[in-house]
């Protein structure tokens, strides 16, 4: 079974740009989570998907949003990006049911110049 | 506000040493503690405890959880440098859905 597939690996872009990036989830699994990590903040929540509806979100500002479509593939995007967003974002798949182990793709490393 | 905290940041260990790392937790809506390893990339599932007082296994590997004193530990015996890596802890809350709370993680390296 395929893991947790994440693209692009790596992106570099400017501050005031904007960045969207793609997780596509272990075949079957329908709830989709997105992580930031940082080496000052470690991982932490931005939002979770399930079934196309966003149920959770983390305490990070508006500029961070998300969508998941019918196949559970899922974007992030972030808008107007400052040097703070340079992170590994990561995204993690489960069966969605509460109580599931989720499972992480390999990320995306943003740098912002 | 919910916290996960891990000890020690970091350790550096000789192979075949045993180590134990640390997890305490205060959160609320507590359903689950897992466990994670990350080395370069993604962060690699190793176990989900639930129950306290129950062990978990894998290999070398295994894990308990006290959900009296709030807190596990993760096991790992006979190590080898390919043990090297980010131990992570999280714990699974339910406020509008499931979601993780991490710890800052232990570094641990396994020298030759």
């Known amino acids: 079974k395929a893991g947790v597939t994440q693209t692009p690996r790596y992106l570099i872009k400017t501050r005031g740009q904007q960045v969207t990036l793609s997780c596509s989830p272990i075949s079957g699994h329908r709830s989709v989570s997105w992580y930031q990590q940082t080496p000052g903040q470690g991982l932490q929540f931005l939002f979770e998907y399930f079934s196309e509806t966003q149920r959770n979100k983390g305490n990070f500002p508006g500029r961070f949003s998300g969508r998941q479509f019918s196949n559970s593939r899922s974007e992030m995007n972030v808008s107007t990006l400052e040097l703070g967003d340079s992170a590994l974002y990561l995204c993690?798949?489960?069966?969605?049911?509460?109580?599931?182990?989720?499972?992480f793709g390999d990320g995306t490393r943003l740098s912002i110049l | 506000e919910d916290k996960v905290v891990q000890s020690p940041l970091s350790l550096v260990v000789h192979e075949g040493d045993t180590v134990t790392l640390n997890c305490s937790y205060e959160v609320t809506n507590f359903r689950s503690l897992l466990w994670y390893k990350q080395e370069k990339k993604a962060p690699t599932f190793l176990f989900m405890l639930?129950?306290?007082?129950i062990e978990k296994k894998s290999g070398r590997l295994s894990s308990i959880l006290d959900k009296k004193e709030l807190f596990s530990i993760l096991n790992i015996t006979a190590t080898q440098t390919g043990d090297s890596a980010i131990y992570l802890c999280?714990?699974?809350?339910?406020?509008?859905?499931?979601?993780?709370?991490f710890g800052s993680g232990t570094r641990l390296l396994v020298r030759p």
């Open positions: 639930t129950s306290s007082g």
């Open positions: 993690a798949s489960s069966l969605g049911g509460g109580n599931q182990p989720q499972h």
């Open positions: 999280a714990v699974g809350i339910v406020d509008s859905s499931y979601k993780l709370i």
